[in-house]
């Protein structure tokens, strides 16, 4: 086997070979321990009839723990300095490709359709950019790239943010978000210590598994998800309060929510924290009669 990127003497060698320097505005913040990256690609089940999506694979310390275990890995990276790079340190590992470009910019399911149609299923794996990990995730579902699941290094905050129950403190649209197309479970807390540079932040990584089956039918998921956000504007206020002023186009009237809240069984004096998604989903088929 060859001799892991992820080691800090290792890593200090391949970055004062090729006189890189991080960019802290691109969120670059490597691993540098071999465990972590085990437990990672460990936690994401992956066969040699898998294929990866990798987000950001920096100097490859992941990829690498990813090629050794899936079919093959397509990893997209911003940053064209690490190419060369990537070039040196991947080139033991013929089933990796590396894509020069933006994730948030790029047509996911026209890549796969060109290099992973071969595989079982897709998963992605990511050490991900922590300044835009939401948009990463909400782009994978609202583009319903077919995945398996996720398994991803992010924040810690934003991972207790998904994986929140009704009535706690962290609960919100992001959560309903994400819950209503996968399950989420934090799998492991990661020390500050195991990057380079360490980031400001706590970090975990979260695993994300397809849902068979969204936990309620809805008419329009986009209107169920413009209702969550609009129920937590003012995390104090009552529903009836917040989705008053938060519905689109100032049509929501007092009597036609009241209406949609009685329909459903739901009392306005309640706040959004306390509503399941299923409640949410009732909800918002209720108000898009309304409305449309
Ligand atoms: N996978 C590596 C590791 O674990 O050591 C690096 C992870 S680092 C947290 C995030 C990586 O994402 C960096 O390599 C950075 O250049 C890259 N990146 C940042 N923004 C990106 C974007 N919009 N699209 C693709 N890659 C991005």
């Not at 040699?48 to 899936?70: D, S, Y």
């Not at 007092?254 to 989903?281: H, M, Q, S, V, Y």
């Amino acid at each position: 086997m060859n001799k892991d990127i992820a080691t800090p003497i290792r890593t200090k060698e391949i970055l004062e070979k090729h006189g890189f320097s991080f960019k802290k505005s691109l969120g670059q913040n490597f691993l540098i321990d071999p465990n972590i990256l085990r437990n990672i690609v460990g936690h994401a089940e992956l066969t040699e009839r898998t294929g990866v999506i990798e987000i950001g694979p920096g100097i490859g310390a992941l990829t690498e723990h990813i090629a050794r275990a899936a079919g093959k890995v397509v990893a997209f990276e911003i940053d064209g300095r690490l190419l060369p790079v990537l070039k040196d340190t991947l080139s033991p590992y013929h089933n990796v490709e590396v894509i020069n470009q933006d994730i948030l910019e790029a047509d996911v399911q026209k890549i796969i359709d060109e290099k992973l149609s071969d595989y079982d299923d897709i998963v992605v794996v990511a050490n991900l950019p922590y300044y835009i990990t939401t948009p990463i995730i909400m782009k994978f579902l609202l583009e319903r790239i077919p995945l398996r699941g996720m398994v991803i290094m992010m924040q810690k905050e934003v991972a207790d943010r998904i994986t929140a129950e009704p009535g706690t403190k962290s609960y919100g649209s992001l959560s309903i978000a994400i819950q209503y197309y996968m399950d989420a479970e934090v799998a492991m807390i990661v020390p500050k210590t195991v990057f380079m540079p360490q980031p400001n932040v706590e970090s975990a990584v979260l695993k994300l598994t397809k849902k068979a089956e969204p936990p309620v039918d809805v008419i329009d998921e986009e209107f169920l998800f413009e209702v969550a956000r609009g129920s937590f504007v003012q995390r104090r206020k009552t529903l009836l309060n917040n989705l008053q002023t938060s519905l689109p186009d100032g049509k929501a009237k007092k009597e036609d929510i009241l209406l949609a809240l009685n329909e459903t069984g739901i009392e306005a004096a309640r706040r959004g924290e306390t509503l399941t998604i299923e409640e949410f989903g009732k909800l918002s088929n209720a108000l898009y009669r309304d409305f449309h």
